[in-house]
């Protein structure tokens, strides 16, 4: 299996169970957990309003969720490692230049409205900027972009509800990226 098949198929499985998880009480730990593995990432403070959901860093992988409870925004960051080669950096990024406004996959419910030039960490990025609807219907905004982590491609998604979404906020934590 490619590095890049790997990537794409572990990120979907984490983000399936995210979906699935109910916070466990115990946020100390959740937190410390979480902490420790984003700055394998980046350094970077979540947007306002959202809690540590869960951080792993196994076979390879760095990842990190966050959530705003209640009202249904979502932060992931996924992180390909140790073995990783440009190649897949290359790839994420072809992937993601190829989903122009308009463009929508058969089996989502996201359509891409808007691509951003914008810089993350200081490198030159894309962003994929999209619009739908999650399983209730809720009409949500995402944001996509991958960037150089501090050990290899990373996959940022951001996700919330559209009468949740603050640009200004967005762009600014994005910019804090570092």
């Known amino acids: 299996m490619t590095y890049l098949s790997k990537f794409l198929l572990l990120s979907i499985i984490l983000l399936l169970l995210a979906g ?20 394998l990432i980046a350094d ?10 869960f951080g792993l860093h196994a076979i390879g992988y760095t990842v990190v969720a966050y959530n705003s409870g209640d009202n249904g925004g979502h932060l992931y960051l996924v992180q390909a490692g140790e073995g990783t080669d440009d190649t897949m950096m290359t790839t994420l990024e072809e992937t993601l230049a190829n989903l ?4 929508r996959a058969d089996d989502s419910r996201m359509t891409v409205v808007e691509q951003r030039p914008f810089s993350i960490r200081d490198q030159p990025v894309t962003l994929i900027l999209s619009e739908g609807a999650k399983w209730d ?12 982590g501090k050990e290899g491609p ?9 009468s949740q979404w603050d640009e200004a906020a967005v762009e600014s934590f994005l910019s804090s990226i570092r």
């Open 20 to 39: 699935c998880s109910r916070p466990n009480g115990n946020s100390t730990d959740t937190a410390q957990i979480v902490g420790e593995t984003a700055v």
């Open 154 to 162: 990373t996959l940022l998604t951001l996700l919330e509800p559209v």
């Open 137 to 148: 219907n809720e009409r949500v905004r995402q944001v996509t972009a991958v960037f150089q």
């Open 100 to 103: 122009v406004p308009g463009y």
């Open 44 to 53: 970077f403070s979540p947007p306002s309003g959202y809690e540590p959901e």
